[in-house]
């Protein structure tokens, strides 16, 4: 088996790994969510975390489970809403960026598998930052709760991402701009706004930076010209 | 609890979709949600009841009425 081979299965291992954990803590709180719309929506994501990591699964091939370690923040089940919000939704984000990369290999089949999970994921990401817009203003010690449970799970979430970087150079998908073969692959993450970087509610190009910082120091704000729209993306501790 | 979720002031939001690229965009529902963003995510898993070609949402409060509501005499 080539570097390449190898460097994919454990890329998908973990992914597979970090999935099963979400779905897990997604069912858990699917009947428990502040809201009707909260609660059913989670229950749709566990379903379909369910299945990322089954596809995930099988990408991963013979790899073997050992040294496999999911960002911190998904082995436990949240006590609160807001540890959810903020745990669980840095890490998706975290999980997301590397499905960005893996949906972007020039090898068919892998985006073949990987585009139906990389739509969904879309609207997780929008579930999570349509929350953490409602947390990071909330005055009341929810709020305070989730901005501290955020910055560990950004922690969490970043330490989690240095262990992918081996295998995603690799794979010649290098995640930040300053890794040695990042010329050599997909686009590095740079620059908050990408050419690919389109609006999570319209899809315009027409982007602005808003704040090279979002809610925090993983996160960049954009505001979109067309719809005028805000949310965050995640953004690499090498972009400008 | 520290935790508890003091629900924000939601919005109503009226849910349109249609199947296939020729039907009208018809109306499916409503949900509460307290930003536009939570509006799509909500709309999506609540009304996932068909291979939609399409969706939308709308503030319910951003609808110009034209004949307002009255009840028959």
């Known amino acids: ?240 | 609890m520290s935790g508890d979720i003091v629900e924000s002031p939601s919005s109503v939001y009226v849910v349109f979709a249609r199947l296939h690229p020729t039907d009208p965009l018809a109306e499916l529902g409503t949900l509460r949600a307290s930003n536009d963003g939570l509006a799509c995510a909500y709309a999506r898993t609540t009304y996932d009841e068909d291979h939609w070609c399409e969706m939308a949402v709308v503030p319910r409060a951003a609808l110009i009425p034209v004949i307002e509501t009255r009840t028959r005499p």
């Open chain 1, 1 to 240: 088996m080539t570097d390449q081979a190898q460097a994919l299965e454990r890329v998908a291992a973990e992914l597979a790994a970090a999935k099963e954990r979400v779905a897990r803590i997604f069912t858990d709180w699917s009947i428990r969510g502040p809201t009707l719309e909260a609660s059913t929506a989670l229950a749709a994501m566990a379903q379909e975390a369910a299945g990322h990591a089954r596809v995930c699964g099988r990408l991963a091939g013979h790899c073997p489970p050992d040294n496999l370690r999911p960002p911190q923040g998904l082995t436990t089940i949240p006590s609160s809403w807001p540890e959810l919000i903020a745990t669980v939704g840095t890490a998706e984000l975290a999980l997301g960026l590397l499905l960005d990369r893996l949906v972007a290999s020039e090898d068919p089949p892998i985006r073949r598998q990987l585009a139906k999970m990389a739509v969904e994921e879309r609207y997780h990401r929008r579930f999570f930052l349509g929350w953490f817009a409602e947390l990071e203003n909330d005055p009341s010690p929810a709020g305070a709760l989730f901005t501290s449970a955020r910055a560990t799970g950004e922690a969490d979430a970043l330490a989690w991402l240095d262990r992918m970087r081996v295998p995603l150079v690799q794979l010649g998908m290098p995640l930040n701009a300053g890794d040695p073969d990042a010329t050599a692959g997909g686009p590095a993450v740079g620059p908050s706004i990408t050419e690919d970087t389109t609006c999570v509610h319209c899809d315009s190009r027409e982007l602005a930076i808003v704040s090279e910082f979002g809610g925090s120091l993983m996160t960049s704000q954009i505001r979109c010209r067309s719809c005028g729209g805000y949310f965050e993306r995640v953004r690499w501790r090498d972009s400008r």
